[in-house]
């Protein structure tokens, strides 16, 4: 009974964590445990091949939404949030009529584009999506008790144990969606999309299907920063933002289930705190992506592979139909 | 207004961090020279990526201000002089970082004034604010609201000095009877347009198109300039664009043989843009920025702390990096100084009230708290803005004018305006 | 009127040759590397920055700053191909990001050397070709026009008439059986890698006296240049000079009887119909991608 075992020992740990840490340092992990849900709700969408460049924009879009649906109809918060993951999802439907039409490069620069014209839009209607300078003042997610300990989700203590329920209980779904036969068929879709269609597989439908899924939870990824922070702007998920995403998930490696959670941790942990804490403001950047390209040239297989290296033969077998193809 | 906070998140660090920065305030006596526990100001603006140049030359500047303050004898409290220094936060104009940064600054640092640029991060840094009642500043008072009764717009209250610039334009060349207008479309241009538009109105000189709006990512201007001249305006105005792209403009429009006037809220490196066109094609360029050796400015009324000796040692230290931001930012220390030096404490809560009894010593002279009527609060101070011409290739102030006057005689067409742009503090998402 | 369409015509002409220099140094890269060159902007950067050393701060003649100046970009492609993308070969990914890692080096490297601010770059010449009184062509533009014509022929006749060229055009068609073939692969990789960053230094450092010289002018390039690759079609020289004038002329008339925020919708409308109606652009083959 060792797993159990495991298993409770690293959620203690996990929540007697902030404590060890500053004041900004837990602010710090608060957005870290959002972009992990980020991060992976993007590997859901890399397991059927395709890279996208715009995951950041329909992760505003969940924000928006809810942002909107709370400020203007009176929803409450936590369905605010299902609601944005919702409509992120359905819009993932929508853009999947002209943007599965690419494949490969052309989807990366499509969804690219398809993200800029919806950023566009945001900034062009100041109503309701208030411009360049978006929503401010948004709802904060009401303070609560449960007996023994009382939610103040100003402090960041607080919305890390609530935002990390919340993002557990996702990767579980998204876990559960992967080992489920739905979850084998993205990757047959990936790697052998021939076969598959021979096989009687819609692809169009099952890439439209990883595509909603990821999107929704990057909706309510962006709906648990928005009601934290309190405002969303175009600019907060322009390219530059994807373009971290992107090497966090680059960067861990996607193959394995923890790849990109071990990019995102490490990468934020680096420049956010590593680096500033040495005082590097104006070449932060350039440590940063120095630091990118080194981990890319002798780690080509991500993060990772040092844990596989570590991982008793059992379970990296488990991933070799994933590795080798 | 502290211990709002420690009721609120007590643990030991808060604690230990809070009473550290209580003894930062009231302090133990101390006699030696600017000997006490060094007072710590927050500076809170983007020092990377693409909006930095309105974030790091402001840092220099304060680190200037700094080292004058300290080696004449710090800022002088109830207890005895204390020395300042600056705590910088880079928050990448990004909400989430700065509302880190706003935390890092507050609880850990135990600053006791925060100056931020303002504009998209500022949303995300509000609820700090309001639980911790830290007295924050802005550059842009398009952030003020009345949700927030400690951020404070004592520097600049852009845009609306820009109407300073069109009534001596209108008073001076009465000759000039039309204009047209070009902005990038952002957080810093559409108020500036609406302002620009309200003044125009007010000085009876007819706009011959709508505003031509261009993205912020606008790198070749020739389209714009083309489409500015084809109507023959007397006047062509730049609204409030960054350097970038009021230089490359202004080089257009001297390539297309403009002859007529130009107008603009900033003239940063104004020098650069004659050697990119003529003296004679600049000559009479109005804009609302002066050198800070310009000898007006040592004029009894003029707040700033010696500023051409400010200008000499920055320009000595940072070589064509001068620009507004490189002076704002200290202006307001100027101010914070008097009012804690008045209060006798660094004390947020004990210096807001300090600042706000009576009219503030605004870095050009005297001006009143104001505000309600466009932010919903009277936390921006206005008083007279210089009105700057170039002549003979050096930034002259043709004079000081005052802006409540204006807006006494004006404001409901700038509210009109604003309302056209949705930038009053109530229509805000 | 006639005046008006005839001065943005000339915009647009201009417009249309720094973008094709761009863009067909990015396509170049992409086909025969097969990576995203993200840090193409920055490319662009560097070569305008040589000309800020070179030509304002040390006062070199222009005309020799700017040939320096390409050198000294594509010889910044070549660290690339021998540092990045030739240890990334096969990883497409990783060369991504190994680009943009190296895009955000060479903005801190800019910012440190130079400063947040924009740099000053004195007129090369303020001459004005003046058909009328309303409409003139500044001579500072004509030679970047000039030097795109010219540029952008060379690379034609050097890929059609020479046997690198040939190679080079082999190996991005099929590297495998160019390589049987018994072209090297890695020397049209540097030859592409050189040629593709000097046209990206070279129009930075031309244009560098008529736009805003500063660390971030490279992002707003590279996505003019994505645009304009997309519509043309990814891996085809001729798709991105025709992109290249067709996004030019649309953008620039757009910008003048409308204005630069709906230019831009456009133009991102324009490239998302050409995908849609032809997922591989005007001019792409479907295989390549």
């Given amino acids: 009974m060792l797993k159990p075992m495991m298993f409770l020992l690293g959620a203690a740990a996990l929540i007697a964590l902030p404590h060890g840490l500053s004041f900004s340092q837990q602010e710090i992990l608060v957005f870290m445990v959002i972009n992990i849900l980020l991060v992976m709700s993007y590997r859901l969408l890399t397991l059927t091949g395709e890279w996208s460049l715009g995951h950041v924009v329909i992760m505003g879009v969940g924000a928006y939404a809810s942002a909107l649906m709370t400020k203007n109809l009176g929803v409450p918060v936590p369905l605010g949030m299902i609601l944005g993951g919702v409509a992120a999802a359905l819009l993932a439907v929508l853009l999947s009529f002209p943007l599965f039409r690419m494949k490969g490069f052309y989807f990366l620069i499509g969804s690219f584009a398809a993200g800029e014209i919806i950023r566009l839009i945001w900034k062009r209607f100041r109503e309701p999506f208030g411009g360049v300078r978006g929503i401010s003042g948004i709802d904060p997610m009401p303070d609560f008790s449960i007996g023994f300990y009382s939610f103040d989700f100003f402090e960041p203590v607080s919305y890390y144990y609530f935002a990390g329920a919340i993002v557990a209980f996702c990767l579980w779904v998204l876990w559960r969606i992967e080992k489920s036969p739905v979850g084998l068929t993205f990757h047959a879709v990936h790697w052998q999309d021939k076969l598959a269609q021979a096989s009687g597989v819609n692809l169009r439908a099952y890439r439209t299907l990883a595509f909603a899924i990821a999107s929704g939870f990057a909706g309510i990824a962006g709906a648990l920063q928005a009601h934290y922070v309190g405002t969303v702007n175009p600019n907060s998920f322009d390219i530059e933002v994807m373009v971290f995403v992107l090497t966090w998930a680059i960067v861990g490696g996607t193959t394995t289930f923890y790849g990109p959670i071990l990019g995102c941790v490490l990468l934020t942990v680096i420049n956010e705190i590593v680096l500033r804490g040495m005082g590097f403001e104006q070449a932060r950047p350039l440590f940063y992506g120095a630091i990118m390209i080194l981990s890319i040239l002798f780690l080509p297989n991500g993060l990772e592979s040092i844990v596989q290296k570590f991982i008793p033969r059992k379970s990296a077998a488990k991933s070799d139909r994933k590795a080798e193809a | ?429 | 009127m006639m005046e008006l369409l005839a001065q943005t015509g000339l915009n647009a002409v201009y417009a249309a040759s720094y973008i094709s220099l761009v863009a067909v140094g990015l396509v170049l890269i992409f086909g025969v590397m097969g990576v995203i060159n993200f840090a193409h902007g920055e490319l662009f950067m560097a070569g305008a920055y040589a000309v800020v050393a070179l030509y304002a701060d040390m006062h070199l003649p222009f005309f020799v700053a700017v040939p320096i100046g390409m050198v000294f970009v594509g010889v910044l492609g070549l660290v690339m191909e021998r540092g990045l993308f030739r240890p990334l070969k096969g990883n497409p990914l990783g060369g991504l990001v190994a680009s943009i890692g190296f895009l955000m080096i060479l903005q801190s490297l800019a910012v440190m050397g130079f400063g947040v601010r924009m740099e000053h770059i004195p007129p090369v010449t303020q001459e004005v070709w003046r058909i009328s009184d309303k409409v003139g062509l500044p001579v500072a533009r004509i030679y970047v026009i000039v030097a795109a014509v010219v540029l952008l022929s060379a690379l034609w006749y050097f890929l059609k008439r020479t046997r690198f060229g040939w190679a080079l055009r082999a190996s991005a068609q099929d590297p495998e059986a160019a390589a049987l073939q018994g072209i090297s692969i890695t020397q049209t990789a540097r030859i592409a890698m050189f040629i593709g960053a000097a046209l990206a230094g070279v129009a930075g450092a031309l244009t560098a006296p008529l736009v805003s010289v500063n660390p971030h002018m490279g992002h707003s390039v590279i996505v003019t240049a994505f645009i304009v690759i997309i519509v043309g079609g990814v891996g085809s020289l001729e798709g991105a000079i025709i992109a290249s004038v067709v996004y030019a002329f649309v953008h620039t008339f757009v910008t003048t009887f409308s204005d630069g925020v709906l230019a831009d919708i456009v133009g991102l409308m324009l490239m998302l119909v050409v995908l849609i109606v032809k997922p591989t652009g005007l001019f792409g083959s479907a295989d390549r991608a």
């Fill in chain 2, 1 to 429: 207004m502290l211990s709002k906070y420690i009721s609120k998140g007590f643990t030991r660090r808060t604690f230990l961090k809070t009473s550290a920065a209580a003894t930062a305030a009231l302090g133990l006596p101390k006699v030696a020279l600017a000997a006490g526990e060094p007072i710590k100001i927050g500076f809170l603006a983007p020092l990377t990526g693409a909006v930095a140049a309105w974030g790091k030359p402001g840092l220099d500047g304060c680190m200037i201000w700094a080292e004058r303050v300290n080696a004449a004898g710090g800022i002088m409290l109830a207890d005895g002089p204390h020395p300042v220094e600056f705590v910088a936060y880079d928050e990448e104009y990004d909400p989430a970082k700065a509302r880190t940064g706003a935390t890092k600054l507050i609880r850990e640092d135990g600053v006791s004034f925060i100056m931020m640029l303002g504009g998209d991060p500022w949303p995300g840094v509000q609820p700090v604010a309001e639980r911790t009642g830290m007295l924050f500043s802005t550059l842009l008072p398009s952030d003020l609201s009345p949700d927030t009764k400690t951020l404070l717009a004592p520097a600049e209250v852009h845009p609306i000095y820009n109407v300073t610039g069109v009534e001596w334009l209108a008073q001076n060349k009465p000759e000039l009877k039309t204009a047209v207008m070009c902005a990038q479309d952002d957080a810093l241009g559409l108020p500036s347009v609406a302002t620009y538009l309200a003044a125009f109105e007010a000085a009876g000189i007819e706009m011959l198109d709508e505003p031509l709006l261009f993205d912020p990512a606008t790198t070749d201007f020739a389209p714009v300039v083309t489409r500015l001249m084809a109507k023959n305006p007397d006047i062509i105005c730049l609204d409030t664009c960054y350097s970038d792209y009021v230089h490359p403009i202004a080089e257009q429009l001297f390539q297309q043989n403009f002859k007529g006037q130009i107008i603009s809220c900033t003239a940063d490196f104004y020098d650069q843009m004659i050697a990119k066109t003529s003296k004679e094609f600049m000559e009479g360029f109005i804009f609302q920025f002066p050198d800070f050796d310009d000898p007006a400015l040592n004029a009894e009324n003029v707040n700033f702390q010696d500023p051409n000796g400010f200008y000499a040692e920055y320009n000595k230290r940072h070589p064509g990096q001068w620009g507004a931001v490189s002076w704002e930012y200290a202006s307001i220390m100027d101010l914070w100084k008097v009012a804690a030096e008045k209060a006798g404490s660094a004390d947020p809560e004990a210096v807001l009230a300090a600042m706000k009894d009576g009219p503030g010593n605004h870095a050009f002279g005297e001006a009143e708290w104001w505000g309600n009527e466009l932010f919903g609060i009277d936390n921006a101070l206005v008083g007279d803005w210089p009105v700057v011409a170039i002549e003979d290739g050096k930034a002259v102030i043709k004079e000081f004018r005052s802006i409540p006057d204006w807006y006494n005689r004006h404001g409901d067409l700038l509210i009109k305006h604003m309302q056209a742009y949705g930038q009053m503090w109530d229509q805000r998402g």
